[in-house]
Structure formats: structure tokens, C-alpha cells
């Protein structure tokens, strides 16, 4: 029976850099709103790259207590503020559920790094009052399971609850296990996505110290290029995104709206190195040949794929190259797009914001962009749709996220019909 257990989406929650809402995030992307500005969380004037996609008007205090808030770190705060809404919005409620219900809830929500701002402020304390002076509170902030005990405690679920940390596709595996869990008739509903919070001058100065990041200083609204030629690095971004994943009867039973349906997944190594993507998206066409396989599709099914495509020189390109190479002819007759060029990347969060995206595309048949497009690189030749948004029917999209240590993820999802 359980491989009969169909597993919906039946709601959403986003903080990102252009949206502090699903529908202020989404209607932004139509509108290739870029989020990247001068950072004004600390003076970065020590460093090499001085902006960010920052989350801009958040108010922990709409979803948490004054002593909450002094006790979790933005990551968590963010995780908090989007599971909240997905919650609100898949009809769910808590208070009136019972404890046999409760149980068949769980949580699985990551983070990529964790508390890095609490990491940096705890630092400097030890280093200039000594350990004595060090918060009780610092390691429950720092770590990145934090979030989904966190969520877990504040609505009562005790369905499985854990966070898997795979860099930036981080997200990604956490909804590709909720996912199987459901299947499996472990949960019936799980509160699922990720969150990032490392905008810290520890943090910028760590991906400047890698070369990862744009130091487009002087045009920061334009810096993250995907598939562009001048290309120079990522965008570092923040925020949290959530979905809640529901087994399809379930979902009918309570009554409630569905956006979609995830069908498949797929999930690989490079094996390669530590932060360089493989130069032939070996583990990425692995991920992708995985997904079809597990949804039952063949390469001329997808309609859309919401790249990684970081903007970072050898990423676009080898991804270019895992999307042919998996593809084949049909690479260049669907569109792909990388909605980091809006939201800048969002680390372990960046799945769960891009699901939510390829989820909200099939629901509306319309793409996302990919903003900030002027010079052609010969190596990156798909219809990434630049610059608009493009109306199409999208039945079935593909969501990928890739992460430092080589993990590549890849998750399928399809418009709903009964």
C-alpha cells in the first residue's frame, strides 16, 4: 500500500530578500526584482565583495515571543516565521488536533550552516571577556537541527523530526525525505524546507576567502549573472522557505486546496572535490536520471527546470552540460531558469525557495527569469529564459540543488489532478 501513497503540497511559507510572503516572493520573481543591495547588517568596508541579498522589514515578533526571539538566531527565527505560514496556510491547527494526529506530524527542516552570527558574536566574546562570559544559550542557537526542534515544540508535533545538513542542497533533502517518509506510511504530514542566516562579516569573509562570491561592488543589483559571460560569483542571500508535505488522501479528507504533487527525486555524488562542481555534471545528470526513473518520466516530460545556476564561472556550465547530456534534444525545448539571480543563493534554504517556485510555475503555467542577462557565453546555450517571465504550460517541473562536498539533488514536481 505504500507505494500507492501519493505525497501534495498543501501549503507554503517564504522570507526571502524580495518577498516576506509566498505571494510578495512570487509576484517579485514575475517581475525580476533583484534583492541584492549594499549590506546594512555590520560595516563590511573590510572586505571584498560589500553586499548581499538581505531579507529586508523582517518582524520575528509577528511569530515569536520578545524571549523567543533573544534565544534563537535569525536562522531559526526564519525557519520559524515560514514554517508558521505554510502551517497557517495548508488549514492545519494545532490547537484543535489530536495527540494521535499530532503523532502522525513530523518536522524535517535543515540548515546549511547554522548560527553563523551567533558563532561570530559568541567568538568575539571568548576572545575578549573569556569563557565565563559565553551565552548558555550558545550552542542550542548554533545548531542547525535547532530549527526543526524548534518548530516541533511550538505546535505540539511529534512525527519525525531531524534536519539533514548537505550544504546548499540542504533543503532539497530534507523534502526529498519527507517525501519517501510519507510514502512509506511513517507521517501522514511533514513540515518541511530550510532556512540561512550567514549574512555575518564572518561569513562573506569566508566565501570571499573561497572566491566564490561576486565582488560586482559597484553594481550590486546586477552581480548575480547566471549563464551570463562576466559572471563573476554568487550572491550570498538568507531566509527561510517551507512546504508542507501531505499523503494525497489525507489532504482530500481535511478538505483543503493543493498547489501540487512531488513525483519524484533524485539525489547523487560528484566525487570530485570539496567545492568545485564536477566541469562534466557527472553527479548532477545522475541526480536528474534518478528523478525521472523514480516519477516514471521520460526526458521529453519535463516542461521546466529551476537550475542551481549560482552565477558562478564553472557551476553554470557544468550544469549546462548535465541538462544536455540528460536531456538530449529535449534540453533546448523546455525552459530552464535560475531564480538565484532575484534572491541571490540562499545556501540551505535556496531548495525550498526554488521548490516553491517550480511548484508555483506548474500551478500558473508561467516561468520565472532569469534576470540580469547582457552578454552571451557560448558554453551556456538553453532557453534560460532571460530577463521576462514566459507564459507556457507547465504540467511537470524539475527543481535542482547542488552543494559543497559534491551533493546533487533533484526533485519533480507535477501539476495536481485527481
Not at 195 to 219: K, Q, Y
Request: net charge negative; with cysteine; aromatic share 8%.
Amino acid at each position: 500500500m505504500a507505494d500507492r501513497r501519493r505525497v501534495v503540497v498543501t501549503g507554503l511559507g517564504a522570507i526571502t530578500p524580495i518577498g516576506l510572503s509566498v505571494e510578495e516572493f512570487w509576484n517579485a520573481l514575475l517581475d525580476g526584482k533583484s534583492g541584492a543591495a549594499n549590506i546594512t547588517k555590520f560595516d563590511p568596508s573590510r572586505l571584498n565583495t560589500h553586499f548581499a541579498c538581505e531579507v529586508k522589514g523582517f518582524e520575528p515578533l509577528d511569530y515569536l515571543e520578545k524571549k523567543e526571539v533573544r534565544r534563537l538566531d535569525l536562522f531559526a527565527q526564519y525557519a520559524i516565521a515560514a514554517a508558521s505560514q505554510a502551517i497557517k496556510d495548508s488549514g492545519l491547527e494545532p490547537d484543535n488536533m489530536s495527540d494521535d494526529e499530532k503523532n502522525r506530524v513530523g518536522v524535517i527542516f535543515g540548515s546549511g550552516i547554522g548560527g553563523m552570527s551567533t558563532f561570530d558574536e559568541q567568538a568575539v566574546i571568548n576572545s575578549t571577556q573569556g569563557p565565563s562570559r559565553i551565552s548558555p544559550f550558545f550552542i542550542p542557537m548554533l545548531i542547525p537541527d535547532i530549527a526543526s526542534g524548534q518548530i516541533s515544540i511550538k505546535y505540539g508535533f511529534r512525527g519525525p523530526n531531524y534536519c539533514i545538513v548537505s550544504a546548499c542542497a540542504t533543503a532539497n533533502n530534507n523534502m526529498i525525505d519527507s517525501f519517501m517518509l510519507i510514502k512509506q506510511d511513517l507521517a501522514d504530514i511533514i513540515i518541511s524546507g530550510g532556512s540561512e542566516a550567514p549574512i555575518s562579516e564572518l561569513g562573506v569573509g569566508g566565501f570571499n576567502a573561497s572566491r566564490a562570491i561576486s565582488t560586482r561592488n559597484d553594481s550590486p543589483e546586477t552581480a548575480s549573472r547566471p549563464f551570463d559571460a562576466t559572471r563573476d560569483g554568487f550572491v550570498m542571500g538568507e531566509g527561510g522557505g517551507s512546504l508542507v508535505l501531505e499523503e494525497l488522501e489525507h489532504a482530500k479528507n481535511r478538505g483543503v486546496k493543493i498547489y501540487g504533487e512531488i513525483i519524484g527525486a533524485g539525489l547523487s555524488a560528484d566525487a570530485h572535490h570539496i567545492t568545485a562542481p564536477h566541469p562534466e555534471g557527472t553527479g548532477a545528470i545522475l541526480s536528474m536520471q534518478m528523478a525521472l526513473k523514480t516519477a516514471g518520466l521520460k526526458p521529453e516530460d519535463i516542461d521546466y527546470v529551476n537550475m542551481h545556476g549560482t552565477s558562478t564561472p564553472p557551476g553554470d556550465i557544468g550544469e549546462t552540460k548535465a541538462i544536455k547530456t540528460a536531456f538530449g534534444k529535449h534540453a533546448y525545448k523546455m525552459n530552464v531558469s535560475s531564480t538565484k539571480s532575484m534572491t541571490g543563493h540562499l545556501l540551505g534554504a535556496a531548495g525550498a525557495v526554488e521548490g516553491i517556485a517550480t511548484l508555483l510555475a506548474c500551478k500558473n503555467n508561467i516561468i520565472p527569469p532569469t534576470i540580469n542577462f547582457e552578454h552571451p557565453d557560448p558554453g551556456c546555450d538553453l532557453n534560460y529564459t532571460f530577463n521576462k517571465p514566459q507564459k507556457r504550460t507547465v504540467n511537470i517541473g524539475m527543481s535542482n540543488a547542488f552543494g559543497f562536498g559534491g551533493h546533487n539533488t533533484s526533485v519533480i514536481f507535477r501539476k495536481y489532478t485527481d
